[in-house]
């Protein structure tokens, strides 16, 4: 476990006394939700103040409750988690893990499996805590164990989603088992029929999660009409979409329009895979994350697979986008498609390379 408070508390001089207990820096969590809500890192004694009214607020608004209290904050942990299946005549397995690591304000963004930080024994170790937590607590369902794993290679518990997860489909393109149906088939009373010595990985999956949002603006929201959506496809690709051209993007809801996938036979190419298949994908009428995921895919931090939850914050703390040649040749694309012209051959994937404005292709204004 990871050293904390065992109890919410609201009153500050009691909080700044488990924050001497603890020692700096201590992160703030709400006591009754999660997803990074009310939660604050905190990392000296006169900020502390500050910190707690605004993460009392904040859970308060989130969940209708303000309680909060401390946990020690693990500098550049990376977020491991652990899918599993349990029925009710006690068989529990685990899935394998997925590396959750690169977040913006505490939730999840780009997700992928295997770890790149996770060796074979870790894994063991790891699924074993999974399966142990499960059975213990009497569990029954799809549910996901959430660990954080320091450099160190020690892994300490932060949660269970007790629920089926956005990115259990990279999981489900790894193991060629289909968990909402597992799901479903535990909820009838049925009993499990895999063994854990089953369960194997093949080649490497990534979850990009598309969000309308304005990288450029910290993520903030942005909602409208989508007035044209195009979804990439191919070989290894799924993309689990809820929206569609001419759909409202509404603000009261969380922004997420899609997640895609990319499965390949190893990581360097289920990279490949995804930011072809991201370059692919047309979203017009509002923001989207799709150019900063574009960029996180193709650096080289990414590459060495150095994926610790504070990766936006270090590796692209003031990003802006290659804008202009690339975004007109996304839209001269899409102008193309629109008005059945093929494309010449630069432009598939939408490059930009070699593809003019969409001034140049539509030709001379119609006097």
């Given at each position: 476990?990871?050293p904390?408070?065992?109890?919410?508390?609201?009153?500050?001089?009691?909080?700044?006394?488990?924050?001497?207990?603890?020692?700096?820096?201590?992160?703030?969590?709400?006591?009754?939700?999660?997803?990074?809500?009310?939660?604050?890192?905190?990392?000296?004694?006169?900020?502390?103040?500050?910190?707690?009214?605004?993460?009392?607020?904040?859970?308060?608004?989130?969940?209708?409750?303000?309680?909060?209290?401390?946990?020690?904050?693990?500098?550049?942990?990376?977020?491991?988690?652990?899918?599993?299946?349990?029925?009710?005549?006690?068989?529990?397995?685990?899935?394998?893990?997925?590396?959750?690591?690169?977040?913006?304000?505490?939730?999840?963004i780009?997700?992928?499996t295997?770890?790149?930080?996770?060796?074979?024994?870790?894994?063991?170790?790891?699924?074993?805590?999974?399966?142990?937590?499960?059975?213990?607590?009497?569990?029954?369902?799809?549910?996901?164990?959430?660990?954080?794993?320091?450099?160190?290679?020690?892994?300490?518990?932060?949660?269970?989603?007790?629920?089926?997860?956005?990115?259990?489909?990279?999981?489900?393109?790894?193991?060629?088992?289909?968990?909402?149906?597992?799901?479903?088939?535990?909820?009838?009373?049925?009993r499990?029929?895999?063994?854990?010595?089953?369960?194997?990985?093949?080649?490497?999956?990534?979850?990009?999660?598309?969000?309308?949002?304005?990288?450029?603006?910290?993520?903030?929201?942005?909602?409208?009409?989508?007035?044209?959506?195009?979804?990439?496809?191919?070989?290894?690709?799924?993309?689990?979409?809820?929206?569609?051209?001419?759909?409202?993007?509404?603000?009261?809801?969380?922004?997420?329009?899609?997640?895609?996938?990319?499965?390949?036979?190893?990581?360097?190419?289920?990279?490949?895979?995804?930011?072809?298949?991201?370059?692919?994908?047309?979203v017009?009428?509002?923001?989207?994350?799709?150019?900063?995921?574009?960029?996180?895919?193709?650096?080289?931090?990414?590459?060495?697979?150095?994926?610790?939850t504070?990766?936006?914050?270090?590796?692209?703390?003031?990003?802006?986008?290659?804008?202009?040649?690339?975004?007109?040749?996304?839209?001269?694309?899409?102008?193309?498609?629109?008005?059945?012209?093929?494309?010449?051959?630069?432009?598939?994937?939408?490059?930009?390379?070699?593809?003019?404005?969409?001034?140049?292709?539509?030709?001379?204004?119609p006097?």
């Amino acid at each position: 476990m990871i050293p904390g408070m065992n109890r919410p508390e609201s009153d500050p001089e009691i909080l700044a006394r488990e924050a001497d207990r603890l020692g700096y820096p201590v992160l703030i969590k709400a006591a009754a939700g999660g997803g990074g809500k009310g939660m604050r890192v905190v990392t000296r004694p006169d900020a502390l103040r500050e910190a707690i009214v605004a993460a009392a607020s904040e859970a308060a608004g989130a969940f209708g409750n303000g309680a909060i209290y401390l946990e020690k904050y693990l500098d550049r942990p990376r977020h491991v988690e652990f899918q599993i299946l349990a029925d009710a005549f006690g068989n529990v397995v685990h899935l394998l893990e997925r590396e959750c690591s690169i977040q913006r304000r505490h939730q999840k963004i780009i997700e992928e499996t295997p770890s790149p930080a996770v060796t074979p024994e870790l894994r063991e170790r790891m699924g074993e805590a999974a399966v142990a937590a499960a059975m213990a607590s009497g569990y029954v369902n799809a549910g996901t164990v959430e660990f954080l794993l320091d450099a160190d290679g020690r892994f300490y518990f932060l949660e269970v989603n007790t629920r089926l997860q956005v990115e259990h489909p990279i999981t489900e393109m790894v193991t060629g088992l289909d968990i909402v149906r597992r799901q479903l088939e535990i909820a009838a009373g049925q009993r499990l029929t895999l063994s854990q010595e089953e369960i194997r990985g093949r080649g490497h999956a990534i979850e990009c999660r598309i969000y309308a949002e304005d990288p450029e603006r910290d993520f903030f929201p942005s909602p409208g009409r989508i007035v044209y959506l195009r979804e990439p496809a191919g070989p290894g690709i799924r993309n689990d979409c809820g929206v569609y051209s001419g759909v409202q993007v509404p603000v009261e809801y969380d922004p997420i329009l899609s997640k895609l996938i990319a499965h390949a036979e190893d990581r360097s190419t289920a990279i490949r895979r995804m930011i072809r298949a991201l370059e692919e994908y047309v979203v017009l009428g509002i923001r989207t994350s799709i150019p900063f995921l574009i960029d996180v895919l193709r650096s080289e931090a990414f590459a060495a697979g150095q994926t610790c939850t504070d990766f936006i914050a270090v590796h692209f703390p003031d990003w802006r986008p290659v804008r202009a040649e690339e975004e007109l040749a996304r839209i001269a694309f899409v102008v193309d498609r629109l008005v059945g012209r093929k494309p010449p051959p630069a432009a598939e994937g939408v490059r930009g390379e070699g593809y003019g404005s969409p001034w140049q292709r539509l030709g001379r204004w119609p006097r």
